[in-house]
């Protein structure tokens, strides 16, 4: 891994899962990560209720636009995490790759998105102490 890892999100639409994670990522990990997101077939918004979501506790993911997943984006990762995207993603050796199963915050309100936010940041959490040194 590199001094400062890389992480890919990866999902189907790029507007919701890995939008999520992502920006939580980001927040949590600051300028001791790398964080990309994209989906294998991305759709043309983030999904409101995601938006929604994350302003609840404070993370702003409006700018954020869904991205084609490259091969380049792989490639440069160190770790890849897919939500649901199935065989999309290419296998690069000496990447860790890491399959979330969550459920797909699409065409749902955020009430249901809730859970599935917090689910994310627990996952999240838990992968950027295992990827990164802590600062002293």
Known sequence: MTTVPEVLFVCVHNAGRSQM???FLRHHGGD???VRSAGSAPAETINPAAVEAM???GIDITAEVPTKLLT???AASDVVI???CGDACP???GKRYEDWALVDPAGKG???VRPIRD???ARVQALLAEIVVPTV
Do not use: L, N, Q, S
């Open 21 to 23: 994670a992502a920006g």
């Open 32 to 34: 001791r990560v790398v």
């Open 55 to 57: 302003a609840e506790v």
């Open 72 to 74: 380049e984006d792989v």
């Open 82 to 84: 897919t939500m649901g």
């Open 91 to 93: 296998i690069f050796p």
């Open 110 to 112: 955020v009430d249901a």
């Open 119 to 121: 689910e994310i940041e």
